[in-house]
């Protein structure tokens, strides 16, 4: 049981670092920018899916584990930087798209599942933050669940909000053959950049 005072200490925590912008919230805008504003919601499911998925594992000590060995980190960073530049080259040869297409949010969703699924960044922050806050001397992995629940919860609401918002710039845009164009060549470039961003990463 997690004491209410502890819980009512890591919702603001949690909520200062959802609206810190980063690599999920990259991704739900790009999403929301190239497929619209349904596209970014189940991007941002994606993360938070993956956020809960961080504190399970955590929670069972296999973060520590990855976060302990230098292979295994550096084979989950590299994996996510060649899906990230898989995902910016299937951008730019998908081409034009003008308005969100119902199907593609189960895309959007999976697409983003995996790329905070293999951002190492993650897991380190898991491991760094949320422990703060757990009681060593209670069952750990419950409460590793309710603070990683607590994170996706709000990290659901930012990131889709800011991807509904660039959705809805997006899809006005997009009227227009050239600017949709432009606007395909602007989300591959976010995953292009999110992928040099992660090849350079140094673990902490």
């Avoid at 049981?1 to 949690?14: E, G």
């Avoid at 596209?39 to 899916?49: H, I, K, M, N, Y």
């Avoid at 959007?108 to 491991?127: D, G, Q, Y």
């Avoid at 703060?132 to 889709?160: E, I, K, M, R, S």
Wanted: contains cysteine; proline residues 5%; aromatic residues 8%.
């Amino acid at each position: 049981m997690i004491d209410p005072l502890v819980l009512l200490a890591f919702v603001p925590a949690a909520l200062a670092l959802n609206l810190t912008p980063g690599a999920d919230m990259m991704v739900c805008i790009g999403q929301g920018l190239r497929r619209g504003p349904a596209a970014a919601w189940a991007a941002s499911g994606g993360v938070a899916l993956g956020v809960l998925t961080h504190g399970l594992l955590a929670g069972l000590g296999l973060g520590a584990l990855v976060a302990a060995s230098p292979w295994l980190f550096d084979a989950i960073r590299w994996a996510g930087v060649a899906y990230l530049l898989w995902l910016a080259v299937q951008t730019l040869r998908a081409g034009p798209v003008r308005g969100a297409v119902p199907e593609r949010s189960g895309r959007a969703f999976r697409e983003a599942l995996v790329v905070n699924l293999t951002n190492p960044k993650v897991i380190l922050f898991v491991l760094a933050f949320v422990p703060q806050f757990v009681d060593p001397a209670g069952a750990v992995l419950p409460q590793f669940l309710t603070f990683a629940a607590v994170l996706a919860l709000g990290g659901f609401v930012v990131n889709g909000l800011a991807g509904v918002f660039a959705g809805g710039i997006g899809r006005r845009l997009a009227r227009s053959g050239r600017v949709a164009r432009g606007l395909g060549w602007v989300s591959a470039g976010i995953f292009a950049a999110l992928a040099v961003r992660l090849a350079v990463m140094e673990r902490a």
